[in-house]
């Protein structure tokens, strides 16, 4: 399968938050990391690359600091990244952010995009889900397994009051990841070697 994976830049969780002199945003002199959710759903991306061949391609949206969450991506075993590099994407709304990412991927095609289900900054938990309506691809949301299928995939949803629920889908689809679906992977040393020579794209937003 061919998959993209949309990870985001975020404020560490301790990092302590001041706005910025027009008192807009928060100032840049903070440390970032990767998305929680993001990391669960690039680890299982690379499980299911694993398990059934294919491609891995990360793509993030942000200033040039962000391509931090890029390399770490490649590191971890991904094959090639997209870089939508512009300050506004910062405090872009999700339905902008999803038409970016849409038209950074115009011309190639995936079988499966996966997103964590919400950043740990925003929490609006709308990227992934209208990612797919500008694409015109089904979507399920707050996914806890997968499974490949004859005709898709079969998928596991967590629901309220410890239920869930299981749906099938059509490829190509995207997917919104609940953290913990899996156990985050480390980047080996050999992983961080190899990330200098992989390719990342660049697009100008």
Same mark, same amino acid.
């Given at each position: 399968?061919?998959?993209?994976?949309?990870?985001?830049?975020?404020?560490?969780?301790?990092?302590? *938050?001041?706005?910025?002199?027009?008192?807009?945003?928060?100032?840049?002199? $903070?440390?970032?990391?990767?998305?929680?959710?993001?990391?669960?759903?690039?680890?299982?991306? *690379?499980?299911?690359?694993?398990?059934?061949?294919?491609? $891995?391609?990360?793509?993030?949206? =942000?200033?040039?600091?962000?391509?931090? $969450?890029?390399?770490?991506?490649?590191?971890?075993?991904?094959?090639?990244?997209?870089?939508?590099?512009?300050?506004?994407?910062?405090?872009?709304?999700?339905?902008? $952010?999803?038409?970016? *990412?849409?038209?950074?991927?115009?011309?190639?095609?995936?079988?499966?995009?996966?997103? =964590?289900?919400?950043?740990?900054d925003f929490g609006h938990a709308q990227t992934g889900v209208l990612l797919a309506e500008v694409l015109g691809w089904p979507h399920a949301t707050i996914i806890i397994g997968i499974e490949k299928t004859d005709s898709g995939l079969r998928l596991k949803r967590e629901l309220e009051a410890g239920r869930y629920q299981y749906v099938d889908v059509p490829l190509p689809a995207v997917l919104t990841i609940q953290s913990g679906i899996n156990k985050l992977r480390y980047a080996t040393l050999i992983g961080i070697k190899q990330a200098k020579n992989k390719p990342l794209r660049k697009v100008a937003w």
């Open positions: 399968m061919k998959i993209l994976v949309c990870i985001k830049q975020v404020p560490q969780k301790d990092a302590p *938050l001041k706005l910025n002199d027009a008192g807009t945003w928060i100032r840049e002199d $903070v440390s970032y990391e990767v998305n929680e959710p993001d990391a669960y759903a690039l680890e299982e991306a *690379l499980r299911q690359k694993e398990k059934h061949g294919g491609e $891995v391609v990360v793509v993030t949206a =942000g200033p040039a600091r962000a391509q931090q $969450v890029l390399r770490e991506a490649l590191a971890k075993g991904a094959d090639r990244a997209i870089h939508l590099e512009d300050d506004r994407f910062a405090t872009l709304d999700a339905a902008n $952010v999803a038409r970016a *990412l849409a038209a950074s991927i115009a011309g190639e095609e995936f079988d499966l995009i996966v997103t =964590g289900l919400q950043s740990d």
